[in-house]
């Protein structure tokens, strides 16, 4: 049986998972019975730019990240550019390290020891995939890549490893995915942004992306996952770039676009839909 949580923030940017239960609590427990293995020896990430660590680059990712590979990104940390959407680390990152485990490189590198795991995410992903938005006439989605696309690449990336023909399938899939942390990071705000006044209904895009990842879900756990964090949505109008867009007396109590929040109805319908998936354990979230 899996156990899996939908969790999320509402407040401050923090980010509540399950990740101090699953991966900490092991840390300590280990560490506690003085034992020196590693509680995962692998982790396969998913997600958008908040968990790209190099899938995407200035050329290659969203138009209004086209400066990513240069400063002053990965300045505090790293000390130039990595190609992640950040300063410096990115939650992954900090995962891998409280598991002693190196960075995850990203799947586009051909190059890169993927023995300890490998980063699907990709910056401007979609829960949807693409064919909705060119449906629909949503131009802003011009990258082409969804959560569908990444377990995709996670198929071909099991394939490489010779997880393909039977009967060697079972076993490579026990070595490979069993025993691995599934990070699920954050996925969905792109599906919002696209469609941002647009004829699309927002509960649409809600019912559809969240059925979207339900689905990922389920075929991860088909293959055989039992470890699997969901990161959760967070209220996207604390983005900088929504603050940056939208007019300065569309704010909320915490300085926030006010009209810009669907990270709390995205948790709720998570928690809400009966059942999601056979065996699933829902940790509560708090109440928005």
Known sequence: MAN?????????FCLITITAILIFFTLSTAKAKNISTKPFQRIYAFGDAETDA???????????FRYVSNHPYGQTFFGHPTNRYSDGRLMIDFVAENLSLPYLPPYLNEKANKSHG????FAGSTALTHNFFVNNNLTLDTTPVSLQTQLGW?????????????????ECEAEYVTDALFWVGEIGA???????????????????????VIDFLQ???????????????????CLTLSMEVTPTNDRDNMGCVASGHVGPVWRLCLNTRPPPIEGIHLVPCAPV
């Open 154 to 170: 996670f198929n071909e990336f099991l394939e490489s490893e010779g997880c393909k023909i039977s009967p060697s399938v079972l």
């Open 219 to 237: 075929a991860l756990l088909n293959k055989g996952a039992k470890y699997i964090v969901v990161q959760g949505l967070h209220p996207t109008g």
């Open 4 to 12: 899996i949580s939908f969790t999320s923030s509402i407040t401050k």
């Open 190 to 212: 792109n599906d919002y942004a696209y469609s941002y006044r647009s004829s699309v209904p927002t509960k649409t895009i809600q019912e559809l992306a969240t059925n979207s």
């Open 54 to 64: 190099g899938n995407t680059k200035s050329s290659t990712g969203p138009t209004i």
């Open 118 to 121: 490998v980063n699907f995410a």
